[in-house]
């Protein structure tokens, strides 16, 4: 069973435009909502994290939406530059069971 | 900080063979996590470690998997006999688990496998 479902699988944006990911869950055992980055070649790391008591987190370009009710969480990513092109995976942290669950990943590309 | 240090960074084998993977933990940090990921499956959770102790093993694929995490310092996770099937990049990821505090994981480099 999937815990925590991520679209879409890929995207392409042009340089300057916003890139939008979608995550939900289905356990509401799940406490906190990290989102990770991965580089090709390199392991997934830490870009914003989120946790459920507020609705929106905004770190530069990057921001979280949560709606704990509907489950569901997204990454907006603002002006999105080439550089940005990385996959990103959506997480569900669960701190009685003490790990996290990811989503599948979406690979975006930012077009110049 | 060094980081997560993982070896071998690539590891070119033979069906059959034994494979070891190594992963050196950032010091100070409690509990290690062990990933695959491959296209198909995504970023799999195979199992993880909280004070050097086994807490969930429930994603390790088959008895040809095990791992261990003798001290905080060092964990090996190793498949014998190894099939193309296990054919991925593995990841070792450590965290500091503290009470009612919310975990970041940090990553390590990975392990590129490839059985033949």
């Known amino acids: 069973q999937q815990q925590v479902k991520q679209s879409p699988q890929s995207l392409i944006v042009q340089k300057g435009g916003i890139s939008i990911i979608n995550c939900a869950y289905e356990?509401?055992?799940?406490?906190?909502f990290p989102w990770y980055q991965q580089f090709p070649g390199k392991g997934p790391a830490l870009l914003i994290a989120i946790r459920p008591d507020v609705s929106e987190k905004k770190e530069g370009r990057f921001t979280i939406s949560f709606n704990k009710s509907a489950k569901q969480f997204s990454l907006h990513i603002m002006d999105s530059q080439p550089g940005d092109s990385a996959t990103y995976f959506c997480a569900a942290y669960n701190t009685n069971a003490g790990k996290s669950t990811f989503g599948d990943g979406t690979t975006l590309t930012v077009k110049p | 900080d060094a980081g997560v240090i993982q070896s071998p960074r690539h590891e070119v084998t033979e069906m059959g063979q034994e494979v070891t993977l190594r992963c050196k933990p950032i010091?100070?940090?409690?509990?290690l996590f062990w990933y695959r990921q491959t296209m198909m499956r995504g970023l799999e959770l195979l199992i993880y470690f909280n004070n050097n102790v086994p807490i969930d093993d429930s994603g390790m694929p088959e008895d040809r998997f095990s791992a261990k995490m003798p001290n905080a310092s060092f964990s090996t996770l190793k498949i014998q006999p190894s099939e193309p099937r296990d054919s991925a990049v593995y990841f070792c990821a450590s965290s500091v688990r503290l009470w009612r505090e919310k975990e970041t994981q940090y990553f390590g480099p990975g392990t590129r496998l490839l059985v033949l």
């Open positions: 010091s100070g940090h409690n509990s």
């Open positions: 356990n509401t055992a799940f406490d906190y």
